[in-house]
DNA sequence: TTATAAGATGCATAAACGAGCAAAATCAAT
DNA sequence: ATTGATTTTGCTCGTTTATGCATCTTATAA
């Protein structure tokens, strides 16, 4: 592997949203901690990334970042979700994202795709700034935060006059009874145009996620066409689920039905 | 085998996304390393690849992109326009900020405002991300990946049910007689939407762009309020452009009227 | 504050590179 | 075929780059 290619790769996992540690990066790559210094150094200058102690922080593009850390909880599994939804996306489709860090999962396995993606999520625009292939559109929207989405009056306008092969809708929670279920009433309101805009319904949630209830209702399980989960789901509750939806579960090889 | 040959079959090579090794080729069509480097060379410069120590990688790599950060023209200039266009902001008001780097540095100059600021600029919204006073709108649009604005449909629709007190207009060149425009006819068609979506409609230019002319008009000066500019302005073209339109010099010290 | 982990710096080494030159191959005319 | 011009290729050698190690300095946390 080139110093080149192993920088990428640094890039590439920050592009995730996490941080990383030298000693991981070292590991993974099977070189000694010098060298990973220089690399975080190099990509640092380049403004790809901040050094931090012990490792380095994604770049909040702009000012001293307000990166509060907290790393992605289940990050493997939703790559592997990610991985599994983007393979359900023909070219020339056009596609909704939600926000979400497993909506940015699929958006990193969907770059270099001859598609037309649109999102609420400044993120997810993102990992396509450098992708002369995919052609953004952002929805509007008030600026939430926290998770980097956009809601509201604004977003819900778009929608009305939008319409999309796919979309893939993130939330909180997924409840069997309860459906599913976001903590913020206008990301639900949000979330709800999504799918009035979508032909295809599609639900992404690790298994962490799959029997908790949230407090805004987005919609019913059988609102949706697909859930995609990871293999780790509980099996019982997935039976249960799988009665009301089509059910696909992603693993380290793909996804299984 | 012709050097043509080989060429094309390292580019194949690379097409699949891998990377190769100099040893590596060398073996596979029998030539020596100093040719194999040679054709290197001539690929790279075609831009059909990127070389590293030990081989080659291919184009779409991702870092260059992200790599050509071309700085900024007249940062200094930029930042004295951007303090003095936020001075002129009081606070409750609601501001429009056009995509642009002076524009940009309107919005650093802002932050901690108690305000509403709508942009159709990531680049400006990230500038609020971790700012909770102000509340951030961003209009939709397609993604223009260089500038990073948005432009377009959904933008246009978002401008006109939105009204504000002050907006901020960025163009490319300035002229007495022309106005002011800018090289793109979508992001000129927004900018229009954007200088009727505002009340009070100031553009700001720093003095390399006035006199310049552009292909695609947003509108002449006399539709305007204010023009915020430095002061290395030529005296006698802003002596001109005075006649049409209040003209505010900005400085180190503050802005001169 | 001190203890400990992480980072910076200088140096050594091996691999890779670039430039120049000569040999070999190719081509264009006789 | 022969000759000469041009291009391509391979080789050598001095230079550069990437990397790891040892040592010294700095940052973080108890």
Redesign the interface.
């Known amino acids: 592997?080139?110093?080149?290619?192993r920088?990428?790769a640094i890039?590439?996992i920050l592009k995730g949203g996490n941080s990383v540690y030298v000693a991981e990066l070292c590991k993974k790559f099977g070189v000694s901690e010098a060298t990973i210094r220089r690399d975080l150094a190099v990509l640092e200058r380049?403004?790809?990334l901040k050094r931090t102690h012990g490792g380095a922080v994604p770049t909040?593009?702009?000012?001293e970042?307000?990166f509060e850390e907290k790393r992605v909880q289940n990050l493997d599994l939703k790559a592997m979700i990610g991985r599994a939804a983007a393979s359900l996306v023909n070219d020339d489709e056009t596609i909704l994202l939600d926000a979400g860090t497993t909506t940015l999962q699929i958006a990193l396995n969907l770059r270099?795709r001859r598609i037309t993606v649109a999102t609420n999520c400044?993120d997810v625009?993102?990992a396509?700034?450098?992708?002369?292939a995919v052609?953004?559109?952002?929805?509007?929207?008030?600026?939430r935060?926290k998770p980097?989405s956009?809601v509201g009056?604004?977003?819900n306008?778009?929608l009305n006059?939008l319409h999309f092969d796919k979309v893939f809708l993130a939330a909180n929670a997924v409840h069997v009874k309860l459906g599913a279920t976001t903590p913020n009433m206008l990301e639900a309101e949000t979330k709800r145009r999504m799918l009035m805009a979508g032909e295809e319904k599609i639900l992404v949630s690790d298994h962490s996620k799959l029997g908790l209830g949230g407090i805004c209702r987005i919609c019913d399980l059988e609102e949706l066409d697909l859930l995609i989960t990871d293999i780790y789901a509980d099996r019982g509750m997935a039976s249960e689920i799988e009665r009301k939806i089509k059910v696909l579960y992603a693993g380290e090889g793909g996804a299984i039905a």
């Open positions: 592997m080139f110093a080149e290619e920088r990428a890039v590439e380049m403004r790809l909040t593009f702009g000012l970042s307000s270099g400044i625009a993102n396509f700034i450098d992708d002369p052609e953004v559109w952002l929805l509007g929207g008030i600026l935060k980097r956009l009056f604004l977003a306008e778009a006059a």
